[in-house]
């Protein structure tokens, strides 16, 4: 009888070589795809479906003061002594602030008037904007904004003076950071209690706890306590002007924004001052609370700008997911249709058994221990991803037994596409849902849209880490069916590969 063909050995290493390239170079993309998620722009969209039907314009105000507690999420704001006696005596509002959840980009929305979306900013993770933001504080002559720290956000906001100043060397940083932390709030009073049109507050400690510890911790609401009653004492610097206190974002439980949950995108804002009403209201959208911004200033918004009167607007609160930008429909019905694909690649199997339930058990032990990705999670962005395999670490071990037993049942082809086929076209799917092909060619942009953004991290690395063990296990067994060449005849099992 014929010994094995050496070709099929050959074939069976060359497949393995391309799986363990893809494999080696797929957490490399992986990298840089996180690089250009959390440092460039999208291209500019407009998903957003809002229109005003009315042409109201919020009353003038003489001197209007902006504080914005970073990262306060909705519930613990509202527990808030300080906060909350302000915000019962004007509008008491829900405010979406739309995705992604992170400073910058909401605050660019606050300041312009234009979406995350419209203005393509999504994360600018320590990235400031250069030039600075063109929008409401740019037409304030005399405009200040004064942060705790993290300057470098208020420093891109167009204001006409910001405190605290640039570290000389790196900008993103401030300069003597320690002093500043001593200063900064009389600063801030002085500023509020000053004769300039508009001051804008950034309280940035809730934030910074809220990474630490999550928004649960002992940390976070002592963090929120003592934000509280900072505000408290910024409140009586200027009882005549006109308030809008606010949040940019909330916090997980156990810490971190940037997704679309809800938790995270509908924070407490409150309008206050002489002349305001007492009203509860919203969700309304954050560029509603822009264009109330614009009004009360007598600046203009871009014409570009959703924002709606904001009587309009709290007379017709957001419904549901309205402020979660939707996926384009070129982009989403090419997913579909990569999963489709991907479906019937696992149909190649032809044997239940021989299908990708590696992959399954892989996403499903996923959502079990770590929910639905979001970009609001850490392990999105580690770059080793070893929270991550960790959790699928039994599925590749499935993975292995089924392509062991598969090669010796159907063709090496077979086993591969089956294997494999689902997962690599979930890559894609995600790929192309979230817009990211063009960095494939180079392009330096942030392909972020809600959910499917999220779900390209883990798939990548789950797609990488099944390529190699498909990979390994080919090379075991040819390795072995090299050694059976010279000990024994063809085995039926290897003999049914032919089929
Ligand atoms: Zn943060």
Sequence with gaps: MAPPARGSILRAIIVAALLIAFAWTAPLARHRWIQHVLHDDAPPRDPLRLTATSHAVFPRADRVRVVLIDGLAASVAAKQVHLHAACSRGLDLV????????????????????TQQQSGYMFRSDT?????????????????????DHGWIVRSLGFAHTEPAADPIDVTKDAAPEAWRGQWLQHARAAVASDAKLVFVHILRVDTAGHRSGR????????????????????????DAR????????H????????AEDELRQVEGCVLGPGITTKTG???????????????????LAPAAHGRPLEEAMNFPLHGAQAVPAV?????????????????????????WLAPW????????????????????????????????????????????????????????????AQLGLPFAAVAAAISASGAWPLLLGRAIAPVVPHFTAWLSPLILMAAHGAAVVALVVLGRSVRSGFDRHSRPETPSSAAATE
């Excluded at 400031?128 to 705790?148: D, K, M, R, T, Y």
């Excluded at 809008?244 to 974002?249: N, R």
């Excluded at 997980?252 to 997704?259: D, I, K, W």
Aim: charged share 10%.
């Design 128 to 148: 400031p904007l250069v030039p600075p933001l063109v929008g409401i504080p740019s037409q304030v002559p005399g405009s200040i904004a004064i942060a705790e």
């Design 252 to 259: 997980l439980t156990r810490g971190g924004h940037g997704g």
């Design 95 to 114: 405010v979406d602030v739309g995705f992604p959840t992170v400073s910058l980009p909401v605050e660019t929305a606050l300041w312009s008037g234009l």
């Design 216 to 239: 649960d911790s002992l940390l976070y609401w002592v963090a929120a306590g003592i934000a509280d009653s900072m505000l408290d004492g910024l409140l009586e610097q200027a009882p």
């Design 358 to 417: 590696w992959f399954i058990v892989a996403c499903v032990s996923w959502l079990v221990i770590q929910g639905e990705p979001t970009l609001s999670s850490s392990e999105m962005w580690a770059p080793s991803g070893r929270a991550m395999y960790v959790t699928w670490l039994p599925a590749l071990a499935v993975l292995g037994a089924v392509t062991w037993v598969g090669l010796g049942r159907v063709s090496l082809a077979r086993v591969v596409i």
């Design 243 to 250: 308030w809008f206190l606010l949040s940019d974002h909330g």
């Design 282 to 300: 919203g969700p309304i959208h954050i560029v509603d609370l822009a264009r109330a911004l614009a009004d009360s200033l007598g600046v203009t």
């Design 328 to 352: 384009p429909l070129g982009h989403g019905a090419f997913a579909w249709l990569m999963l489709a694909v991907g479906v019937l690649l696992a149909y190649v199997a032809r044997r239940a």
